[in-house]
């Protein structure tokens, strides 16, 4: 099952979640226009050093089992494209997330 649903941070700006329903796992993401956050899944690595042409802007949070966990978890790693607009491990979701409107 697939479920997609705006959330509205507390700045008023909407972002985009979107929560995979997988056998045994559940795939989580919040994205803006130029970025996004992910659960465990993602692969900060592939990202940086594989795809580090594309610029991606992105962080990974462990964890987390919804989307609300997903914004108040803390980032475990992030892209280096994230750390340029001062996104940072340890910053929670939705604070990562305003730096990415």
């Not at 509205?8 to 972002?15: I, Y």
């Not at 609300?68 to 280096?80: G, K, M, R, Y």
Request: include cysteine; aromatic fraction near 2%.
């Amino acid at each position: 099952m697939v479920q997609v649903v705006p959330i509205k941070l507390d700045n008023g700006e909407t972002v985009i979640g979107v929560e995979v329903k997988l056998p045994k796992t559940t795939l989580l993401t919040i994205s803006t226009d130029k970025g996004y956050i992910m659960c465990g899944a993602l692969d900060v690595l592939l990202l940086n050093e594989k795809l580090r042409e594309r610029e991606i802007i992105a962080g990974r949070a462990v964890g987390v089992r919804n989307l609300e966990q997903l914004l108040e978890a803390p980032l475990e790693s992030v892209t280096i494209k994230a750390e340029q607009l001062g996104i940072f491990a340890g910053m929670k979701g939705a604070e990562a997330l305003k730096r990415m409107l």
